[in-house]
């Protein structure tokens, strides 16, 4: 169900809304049970056949923490069974007919299954991960709570595309919130700020973008104002209807009492590609560098093995977007960049080009 449809704006989001303040502020146990079962309502709107595989994913993660808590006998083997789990369940659903696909054209004797994709499997999936390595390495407590983990989970307003959540943020939302007024009138202004830009922006460059991708797929010439046209018209597009979708599911948090972590910063504005990826998708990022980049070691071992590592890191990220070699491709391309960044970087350090480069005009 799209935020910008007239089945969530003028049915599911106000019936929320309406179901939940009904339910008495004192009652906070009840007014979560309504966003869990709205939440699930959310996620079964494509069809309930994709329901088993998320409950699978929501009870094998939350006894799998409890399991590998601090203090518990074998964690460590409970922990790295559950990751492989959800690694496993992840490329099951998402990547098994990319991979089948390619093996019969190259004239193997396979069959392509019909898979359906559970909504959201890659944005679940890796809050699952998070969630089972703040737990094990002490950071955050278990939840003993099945509920709390599902809603976790399922939250619907970021439960498509993000912001990916972190429990140690959101646990403490789910008991401690107290909505207001003020909060609710501004969580709908951003979810009208975020439609508009959706609707009124990202809807309005397709048009461009579409019609010059199309026509060099057609092998039709372009000249070189009209490749600008669709690459620049696109690289607004994507950014608008991204930021517009978060500014969307962070003011329909807002509106319920919930506050999710921001996932944008003008990426734009970025000096540079490092710069970019701390600004652009933050969540994700800050997954990327807290349940891989660290653990491949990060920056401590010298240069050279932090170069593999992020190259590695930004490799999962383009698999992770998409189940193709181009997204293959986009991750290796952006790896490479960072690579270069970080070498320009580390070259001019100290050097009075470093304090020449950072002038504003330059910068």
Not at 49 to 71: D, E, I, K, T, Y
Not at 86 to 94: A, E, R
Not at 114 to 124: C, D, N, R, T, Y
Request: with cysteine; charged share 15%; hydrophobic share 50%.
């Amino acid at each position: 169900m799209a935020f910008g449809s007239m089945s969530f704006l003028f049915g599911f989001l106000p019936l929320t809304l309406l179901c939940y303040f009904l339910m008495p502020r004192r009652w906070r146990s009840g007014r979560n049970l309504v966003l869990l079962l709205f939440s699930l309502a959310f996620y079964c709107w494509g069809g309930v056949r994709l329901l088993p595989a998320f409950a699978v994913s929501c009870v094998g993660n939350w006894a799998a923490a409890l399991l590998s808590a601090p203090g518990r006998r074998h964690r460590k083997a409970v922990y790295a069974a559950a990751v492989v789990f959800n690694v496993l369940m992840l490329g099951y659903y998402k990547y098994t007919g990319f991979l089948l696909g390619n093996l019969a054209a190259l004239g193997m004797d396979v069959t392509v299954p019909s898979i359906a994709l559970p909504a959201g499997i890659s944005f679940f999936t890796f809050q699952a991960v998070a969630y089972l390595t703040d737990v094990y390495r002490g950071a955050i407590p278990a939840e003993r709570n099945l509920g709390r983990v599902t809603l976790f989970m399922a939250f619907f307003p970021q439960l498509l595309q993000g912001p990916i959540l972190r429990y140690g943020e959101f646990g403490p939302e789910i008991l401690q919130r107290r909505e207001t007024a003020d909060e609710a009138a501004d969580g709908a202004v951003r979810f009208c700020f975020g439609l508009a830009k959706k609707v009124l922006l990202a809807d309005s460059l397709a048009p461009a973008a579409d019609a010059v991708f199309h026509a060099a797929a057609q092998g039709l010439p372009l000249s070189t104002a009209e490749a600008w046209l669709g690459a620049l018209s696109y690289t607004f597009q994507i950014y608008f209807d991204f930021s517009g979708y978060t500014d969307m599911a962070v003011g329909a948090a807002l509106m319920l009492g919930l506050r999710l972590p921001e996932n944008f910063a003008a990426p734009y504005k970025a000096t540079g590609i490092v710069d970019f990826w701390r600004r652009w998708h933050m969540t994700l990022g800050r997954w990327l560098h807290d349940c891989l980049y660290q653990p491949l070691g990060g920056s401590r071992h010298g240069r050279v093995r932090q170069y593999a590592n992020l190259l590695l890191t930004m490799l999962v990220c383009g698999v992770w977007h998409g189940a193709g070699l181009t997204f293959l491709l986009w991750g290796a391309l952006h790896g490479l960049l960072l690579l270069v960044n970080h070498a320009f970087r580390h070259l001019l350090r100290g050097s009075l080009a470093e304090r020449v480069l950072a002038l504003p005009p330059l910068r």
